[in-house]
């Protein structure tokens, strides 16, 4: 099972672009790689998903470079609202696969 | 989109006394899903993976007698946490993992235990 770096906080403003960024070193062939944002007191709420390059969709881009150890979350213009924690799960998607949560990042969005 | 719901949303029971949480998929059939507990300030935590018609699959040290679970319908897992205790206190999240071959997963609202 792939394991996920984040950095733990973020502090960011309102209006501002947000890029949190999530290491994956040993993922593997199969494995896709899916953002969550959860907000206190919710179950984890599905943001994006990518296999490689680039995916966008009405809330949110992820970056893949070629390697795929690495993906970045972006965030365009981000408001008080998006303040929740972020996670990033690595895994195939496959009817086998787990779900396991690493740490997140803590996203604060500041006035 | 796919809708999973858990009942009840949050629930106070006294130590001792056994509490069942409902984890529903209201548009698809789910052959699997999976219960999460979750301390504040802390993430996710798999406790178990619950298979229609089969026994659940515990995570290391979560203990299967008191964390009770059953997959009778292919909509419907619960979990029961028998003789509760203050430190059982959390909130609990479930999954459900649709059938059909997508296998895409969708996570429940949550429920929030308290134990006093």
């Known amino acids: 099972l792939a394991k996920t770096t984040q950095p733990i906080s973020m502090d960011s403003y309102e209006g501002q672009e947000v890029n949190i960024t999530c290491s994956h070193n040993?993922?593997?062939?199969?494995?896709?790689i899916t953002w969550y944002q959860q907000f206190p007191s919710q179950g984890p709420r599905f943001i994006i998903q990518?296999?490689?390059t680039k995916v966008t969709n009405e809330v949110a881009s992820l970056f893949i470079p070629a390697d795929r150890k690495s993906s970045t979350l972006s965030l365009p213009r981000v408001s008080l609202s998006d303040t929740a924690v972020y996670y990033c799960l690595v895994g195939d998607q496959g009817g086998s696969y787990i779900p396991t949560f690493g740490r997140g990042t803590s996203l604060i969005v500041h006035p | 989109g796919a809708v999973v719901s858990q009942h009840p949303s949050r629930v106070i029971c006294k130590s001792g006394t056994s509490v069942k949480i409902e984890c529903r998929s209201l548009?698809?059939?789910?052959?699997?899903m999976f219960w999460y507990r979750q301390f504040p300030k802390q993430s996710l935590m798999l406790m178990a993976t619950?298979?229609?018609?089969?026994?659940?699959?515990?995570e290391q040290g979560v203990e299967k007698d008191k964390f009770l679970i059953n997959h009778a319908s292919l909509t419907l897992s619960t979990l029961t946490v028998t003789s509760a205790h203050p430190e059982d206190s959390s909130f609990y999240i479930c999954?459900?993992?649709?059938?059909?071959?997508?296998?895409?997963?969708?996570f429940g609202p949550g429920t929030r235990l308290t134990v006093t």
């Open positions: 999954s459900a993992r649709r059938q059909d071959g997508s296998y895409e997963q969708y």
């Open positions: 548009d698809f059939q789910a052959t699997t």
């Open positions: 619950s298979n229609e018609g089969s026994k659940a699959t515990y």
């Open positions: 040993n993922i593997a062939t199969n494995d896709y």
């Open positions: 990518g296999y490689k």
